[in-house]
């Protein structure tokens, strides 16, 4: 059993149609058509969305995001029409808290899949390599270990799943299959660029890029990147000089979250039926931290 703890009431705004709550963002639809994404503070661990908010969250992201959108134009178009940075750019009604975390999106035609690039071994594609040596069917050298660098960056899909479900991973053939072969080409080289191009600045400002999801769709025929990029959330990175292959590596992002939650000082069973009970105020404000400082890290901003 898994989702949301306390499912949220989204905001009703006069001339916005309200058409998903997702584990962070509520996504709304104006007159024109164009979408209205809003980040909220939730956060997710285990395939539950958990009752307390890390305050700032939905702001670091939306921020994040904008500024790697940037980063990345040269290489793939995004989707942001306009972000709202300020209670005046905000949608007529809607209120003023969405300033800094709501952005003005094309409506696209998703593509069906997770396009996730790993450079590094961990979480799910640790678990594929332990059990019989690939990573979404491809095979990889013998000797790697728990947070080892690969010998170049693999492609390895996942389908996309429902709120409180686990991403599954599929095959490159089973994705081609899906959009065939043409998109699924496509698909693979632009996530490979993409996570090529975020690697390296993330390394320059002592950062390793473990891995990361993107989201693409189709505004016609052209292949645009959407949702958010290269965030705590979609991504894995960790502190480059705490690098050390065969353990887990010190993240910046909700680790501890997870690491409360499996304590016994959560007393929450995780195998259980019972959702997680709320984050103490120390393990909010921690988080809340790790997030600012990949922002500042990445961006050379500091944050306000």
């Given amino acids: 059993m898994s989702g949301f703890v306390e499912k949220p009431e989204p905001v009703q705004v006069p001339g916005l149609e309200h058409l998903h ?36 969250k939905g702001r670091v992201l939306t921020q994040l995001s904008l500024w790697w959108f940037d980063q990345l ?10 972000a709202c940075d300020t209670p005046e750019d ?3 009604g809607a209120p003023a ?10 409506a696209l035609r998703m593509a069906p899949v997770e396009c ?13 390599y332990a059990e019989n040596r690939t ?21 390895t899909p996942a389908t996309k ?3 409180g479900d686990h991403d599954e991973n599929v095959s490159y053939e089973e994705v081609a299959r899906q959009v065939g072969a043409e998109s699924a080409a496509e698909l693979r080289q632009a996530t490979l660029a993409l996570y090529s191009r975020g690697r390296d600045i993330a390394r320059e400002r002592g950062i390793i890029l473990a891995d990361t999801k993107f989201e693409f769709g189709y505004d016609g025929e052209r292949l645009v990147l959407a949702d958010e990029a290269l965030t705590p959330d979609s991504s894995r990175f960790w502190p480059a000089d705490q690098w050390e292959p065969g353990r887990d590596q010190p993240s910046f992002d909700k680790q501890f979250i997870r690491d409360w939650l499996t304590s016994p000082a959560s007393g929450w069973d995780r195998t259980g ?5 709320p984050l103490p105020a120390e393990v909010v404000e921690r988080t809340r931290a790790k997030y600012v400082e990949a922002y500042e890290r990445l961006t050379g901003l500091t944050w306000s």
Avoid at 73 to 81: E, I, K, N, Q, S
Avoid at 97 to 106: F, H, K, L
Avoid at 273 to 277: A, D, T, V
Wanted: with cysteine; net charge negative; proline share 9%.
């Fill in 21 to 56: 709550t997702g584990k962070v963002r509520e996504l709304y639809q104006n007159a024109a058509g164009e979408l209205v994404m809003v980040a909220s503070d939730r956060i997710s661990a285990y395939d539950w969305v958990l009752p307390s908010e890390i305050p700032d």
């Fill in 73 to 82: 134009a040269d290489l793939m178009p995004h989707h942001v029409v306009r």
């Fill in 90 to 92: 905000l949608p007529a």
């Fill in 97 to 106: 808290d969405w300033a800094g975390r709501t952005v003005v999106c094309t």
């Fill in 116 to 128: 996730v690039a790993r450079g590094y071994l961990a979480g799910s594609g640790l678990r594929e």
């Fill in 135 to 155: 990573v979404c069917g491809l095979a990889l050298p013998a000797g790697l270990d728990n947070g080892s660098e690969l010998p170049a960056a693999i492609f």
């Fill in 161 to 163: 799943a429902a709120v």
């Fill in 273 to 277: 039926e019972l959702p997680p009970p």
